[in-house]
């Protein structure tokens, strides 16, 4: 123990050296760097392999290197990740433990560190393993200024060199969860921190392609060694399971994002952190075929008006090239990175959820690529919510399955979890969104199953959406019950057309725009409206421009008491909606700040002044208690708990004064 | 099976020429070979004399050890049979084994028990491949194998056609110590799979051997042997042996062992065998009839071709009887479902090809029927060796029509005996002639129909899902398009690729639906 401690020591004092020496002698090409430092890796391993080499022992190696920790209470070591990167893979599951994996026996423990909040660990409880790293959380990570500290990380000292320093405190925490491999979901994406975020993960996961990398080439070292005699193929020598080092198919990392615009800038903080930019040169990156990608990916789809400005968060959303159909494959070379590669021999896919169903959905071509995925990362999820949440789980689901023809790796290489296809449990995922919603939280409990556990950010919504209410107006929160979640649609609609639309129509309600979040609910309120004959006018997604602006017309003008507006068409268009007295909710919007955008358009300048109904005007917002997530993004946690549980069926919050 | 191949005619005359005089055989040697083998059969069981006399010997005076001992106590193996306690020491010396005995007697066990007592000493994995000729043997083969040595974690590995490749590969690539294999998809793997090779094998099996050394899987079985190590220990086991030299030495044994219980082809004691005279158009008649008679009981009947399985099968449903077929043309998973039915006793009745034949271990079969005769005498072995195992008693009949009657005689030559009639009255069996008429007609109709639907044909060679109850149209499709095709210059379906083929498949299964009203 006390000799591994030293050897750990001495590795580091080392690396620190060569670390200045080289920034003193400017940085040598790529490729120099990568052998000396696949060179230093070797000599590390070399020294602590005596007496652990074999990958079943790997529980062993974790338990000293535990303990090293607790020996020494230094700032560095608590950046070191508590499982590394050939730690995690190289450990066997049980089929013992995939059971408790599977029924979800987890311990559960919180933290908090100062820039993330509060978050809750969930690891499950594995029976070939001591209870892994207890209260290790409770310590806020350090601040990190040097290379060097990244590389106690286990970065890769080539990109280390590389990251912009200094980390802000969030990346650094979310770089020690991710570093972990724990499963993390952050429901706090701002546009404010999406490039800290975006910066963060594409660190790691260009780390996690670099580590495999040299694992790779410097195994196909050792099985040249193994050749007993020259000119025998490579796939006659028996290699040991030791050398497993593969998954099935190549691709090891996904990222899932909605926007081209988005694939634009992971990819450009991808090359800036292999290649950095030299001082005086504004030359392009060398990657292969960079200026076709600049094309596809760049310029501008959507034209934002300058007279009457779209709100500030639509044009960050929608800046750039917002097409939703694109797949990028990239692979990683020694020396450089090219894009647009063949997806059978890419590391890394980034891809909209549209395009890889397209893709999984294609006869001619098998899907055998989305085998092996270690690393899957969903950014911005609340845009797949307004593209088409089925797509991502429709993608989710076709991960890891039994590929349908035999692979092109060498069978003695492929590591054990991919065999016996227990591969979703080795897979990270990094889930990014800007609030919470119970399909978000579905997808983390039920479609990751990181066999380390997962992170979930946990803070309290203090306020909520309604705090940017302008228009001083009484709100009125309606409570429907249901009995079950998959009654609720029905649940909701019969309350809706037996209760509220008799009444509306009763007292004769007009200027009534009635907001449905799903396009299900939509339709079906449309259909009955139709049937029974009530003089309403709609706009949805799928409304053409003409028939928006009549529509918004024959509202503004007193035509029609009802206009039915989905939310995408306001997610896509934000069009201003004038003329609004009395607004319904059918169901708390998916997207929060929507509640406030609505209201605020019933300030008194969007009003007709002719339609003589003058300071009368409502807010309504129907809610089962399955909505509650949705409801504290709105009101706050406090609040919308005391709505789904208390004993009044209505509440009133008002801003008048 | 049902093809005979003109070697294995002559192999058939000369065994049989050479079983009619036992002491002949031993002269006729034509190899050193052949020597060899019937010189050391000599000396093995000179060794063995000794304590087989005195009292039952237990798993452990065999050298087995004691890891092996007590899987097999768990399995409710009390002792050794005769080919195992004559095989095992032998194996346990290192040496190639030719084991020899009658069904039914443990075969399995005689070759399983050395690997994994070799195993259990030096664990390595790809130790040993056992080959078998057909699927079904080489999944009760593998249960053998994890039943043995589930103790000890061996993990087995079967390799046949008919079922996922790629599940397969990634079981192979999981480096199990045992491969259970047919040839075919064994040699499938060795070209496909990358970073597979078995040069490490230490022991190779040929269950069957006679069929497994036979033309049917020459070229496969030469590409096997190529690629296997010359460094192995080799054990060849069957019920019949083939005498040919030239077959055993593609083997390549060295200084092989024969172990032989019987030497002569001989059936169990428990099993009596019947045989039954009458004319070729009351087979199904009297086939109803001992159905009857037996009733409660659990049957397999052989046939000779996939089409008479299913004939057969229809018309026994005709008649309310649980029949159900098993033959090489259905899936690979139907062929385990109606195995697995039959096995479960959920179906009483079991109709099959000769794929059945050779070394199932049903313990519940009570009754074999040869509904046709079997070509090779050897198989007739075989199949009644389904029957009466293990010590259990049971019984075999044999129809056999005017036209059989050469083939029978050869049987009989083949048992050293005659067999009794088996008895019945003819009044009794005509007073079924009516209602099995009518059923041989609905069959004879739903045969058509499922011939229709399916483009089911006999003696193809095509994997063609075959006469079960599901539907699917696709395979409507490409069966009509495949039948057509032959036929008519109009064949444009391969052009047409899978756009135009909804309709072309339509158009021609009208065609044909015409063609057959005429």
Not at chain 1, 467 to 476: A, F, R
């Amino acid at each position: 123990m006390e000799q591994l401690h030293k050897r750990a020591t001495q590795y580091q004092s080392t690396v620190s050296g060569e670390e200045s020496k080289m920034t003193v002698n400017q940085l040598p090409s790529v490729k120099d760097e990568n052998e000396f430092y696949e060179q230093l890796v070797s000599e590390y391993r070399s020294a602590a392999a005596p007496t652990i080499t074999e990958s079943n022992r790997s529980v062993l190696l974790r338990k000293k290197v535990k303990d090293v920790k607790n020996q020494e209470e230094r700032d560095p070591t608590d950046l070191k990740p508590y499982n590394s990167f050939s730690e995690r893979l190289n450990f066997d599951l049980t089929s013992d433990d995939i059971t408790e994996i599977i029924s979800k026996i987890t311990k559960v423990s919180k933290a908090k560190w100062s820039s993330i909040g509060k978050f809750q660990i969930e690891v499950p409880i594995l029976k070939s393993t001591t209870s892994p790293h207890d209260n290790d959380y409770n310590k806020q990570p350090p601040e990190t200024v040097k290379s060097t500290d990244l590389q106690i990380m286990d970065v890769k000292m080539s990109l280390a060199a590389n990251v912009a320093y200094p980390l802000s405190a969030l990346q650094i925490e979310i770089l020690q969860i991710a570093n972990n491999y724990l499963d993390l979901y952050y429901p706090q994406r701002t546009h404010a921190n999406a490039e800290e975020i975006r910066y963060v993960y594409c660190l790691h996961a260009v780390n996690h392609m670099l580590k495999t990398r040299a694992l790779i080439l410097r195994n196909n070292e050792k099985i040249a060694g193994l050749v007993k005699y020259p000119n025998q193929p490579l796939c006659d020598v028996a290699i040991p399971d030791s050398l497993r080092d593969q998954g099935l198919k190549r691709m090891k990392a996904l990222i899932l994002l909605p926007f081209r615009e988005s694939a634009l800038k992971t990819v450009q903080i991808m090359a800036s952190l292999l290649f950095p930019k030299q001082k005086g040169q504004n030359a392009t990156p060398p990657i292969a075929k960079y200026d076709r990608f600049l094309n596809d990916f760049s310029g501008n789809t959507i034209y934002f008006p300058k007279t009457n400005p779209k709100p500030f968060d639509y044009e960050q959303t929608f800046s750039g090239n917002t097409d939703d159909n694109f797949k990028l494959g990239i692979r990683f070379t020694k020396k450089s990175m090219s894009l647009y590669t063949d997806i059978s021999g890419s590391d890394i896919l980034i891809a909209s959820p549209l395009a890889l169903r397209m893709m999984i959905n294609d006869k001619d071509q098998d899907y055998d690529f989305l085998n092996s995925i270690e690393l899957l990362i969903i950014d911005q999820a609340e845009l797949f919510i307004a593209q088409n949440w089925e797509n991502l789980l429709y993608v989710l689901d076709h991960l890891h399955l039994q590929p349908q023809k035999l692979p092109d790796t060498n069978c003695q290489r492929v590591r054990q979890y991919c065999l016996s296809g227990t591969s979703r449990f080795y897979r990270q995922t990094l889930f990014f969104s800007s609030h919470e919603l119970p399909e978000f939280r579905g997808l983390f409990n039920n479609k990751c199953h990181n066999y380390q556990g997962k992170v979930r950010i946990i803070n309290q919504i203090a306020r909520g959406d309604i705090s940017n209410v302008l228009t001083p107006i009484e709100q009125v929160f309606q409570r429907i019950d249901c009995s079950s979640v998959e009654t609720a649609f029905d649940d909701r609609f019969q309350h809706f057309v037996g209760h509220i639309l008799p009444e509306c129509s009763k007292s004769g309600l007009s200027h009534c725009l009635l907001y449905v979040p799903s396009y299900f609910d939509y339709v079906r309120l449309r259909n009955h409206f139709k049937n029974e004959m009530i003089n309403f006018v709609q706009i949805s997604e799928y409304t053409k421009k003409e028939k928006i602006s009549r529509a918004r017309d024959i509202f503004f003008h007193s035509g029609a008491p009802f206009l039915l507006y989905s939310e995408r068409a306001h997610f896509f268009r934000r069009t201003r909606i004038k003329g609004i007295r009395h607004l319904i909710f059918y169901q708390p919007p998916n997207f929060p700040n929507f509640y406030s955008d609505l209201i605020n358009l019933m300030l008194e300048v969007n009003q007709n002044p002719r339609d003589g109904l003058q300071d009368v005007m409502s807010v309504k917002v129907f809610y089962s208690k399955f909505d509650t997530l949705s409801l504290s993004n709105i009101v706050g946690n406090e609040n919308a708990s005391k709505l789904a549980l208390g004993t009044n069926d209505s509440y009133l919050f008002s801003n008048k004064k | 099976m049902s093809e005979t191949s003109e070697d294995e005619q002559a192999q058939l005359q000369t065994s049989e020429e050479e079983l009619s005089d036992e002491e002949g055989q031993e002269e006729n040697a034509e190899d050193v070979d052949e020597d060899n083998v019937d010189d050391q059969s000599a000396t093995s069981s000179d060794e063995e004399e000794t304590p087989k006399a005195e009292q039952p010997l237990t798993w452990k005076d065999l050298g087995l050890s004691e890891t092996l001992c007590k899987a097999c106590d768990e399995l409710k193996w009390k002792a050794p049979s005769k080919i195992q306690k004559e095989a095992i020491p032998v194996a346990l010396q290192g040496k190639d084994v030719i084991g020899l005995a009658e069904t039914g007697s443990g075969k399995t066990g005689a070759f399983a028990l050395p690997i994994l007592h070799a195993l259990l000493e030096n664990p390595q994995r790809y130790f040993a491949l056992v080959l078998t000729p057909t699927r079904e043997l080489a999944f009760q083969i593998g249960e053998q194998f994890e039943a043995l040595g589930s103790g000890i974690g061996i993990k087995c590995c079967v390799i046949v056609g008919g079922m996922d490749m790629v599940a397969q590969g990634l079981q192979l690539a999981k480096k199990p110590h045992i491969i259970i294999a047919t040839p075919g998809r064994l040699v499938d793997h060795l070209e496909n799979l990358k970073g597979f090779n078995l040069k490490a094998i230490k022991y190779l099996v040929m269950d069957e051997a006679d069929r497994i050394l036979n033309m049917d899987f020459e070229v496969e079985l030469d590409k096997i042997l190529k690629v296997l190590p010359r460094e192995r220990r080799t054990f060849l086991f069957s019920a019949t042996m083939t005498k040919k030299v030239k077959k055993l030495q593609r083997a390549s044994l060295k200084d092989p062992v024969k172990v032989e219980v019987s030497n002569k082809y001989q059936t169990v004691d428990q099993l009596q065998q019947y045989y039954l005279f009458i004319p070729v158009k009351y087979k199904d008649v009297y086939l109803v009839h001992i159905l009857n008679e037996l009733a409660g009981n659990s049957f397999m009947i052989f046939c000779s071709t996939c089409n008479n399985t299913v004939k057969t099968a229809l018309m026994l449903r005709a008649l309310g009887l649980a029949a159900i077929p098993l033959h090489g043309q259905m899936s690979q998973n139907k062929r385990l479902a109606a195995l697995n039915k039959f096995k479960a006793k959920n179906r009483s009745i079991l109709i099959s090809t000769d794929v059945a034949s050779r070394g199932l271990d049903i313990p519940h079969v009570d009754v074999v029927v040869n509904f046709d005769i079997p070509t090779h005498s050897k198989d007739y072995i075989h199949r009644v060796g389904r029957t009466a195992r293990a010590g259990r008693s049971g019984q075999a009949i044999t129809i056999v029509s005017q036209y059989d009657i050469e083939l029978y005689q050869r049987i009989e030559q083949l048992l050293g005996k005659q067999l009794p009639l088996y008895k019945c009255e003819e009044d009794e069996v005509m007073a079924l002639q009516e209602r099995v008429a009518e059923a041989q007609r609905t069959a004879k109709l739903e045969f058509k129909d499922l011939e229709d639907s399916k483009g089911y044909k006999g003696g193809r060679g095509n994997k063609r899902t075959a006469a079960s109850d599901n539907q699917d149209d696709s395979e409507q499709f490409t069966g009509a398009r495949k039948r057509m095709k032959p036929m008519g210059g109009r064949g444009g379906g391969k052009g047409a690729g899978g756009r135009g083929l909804g309709r072309g498949g339509a158009a021609k299964k009208n065609w044909g639906r015409g063609k057959n009203k005429n």
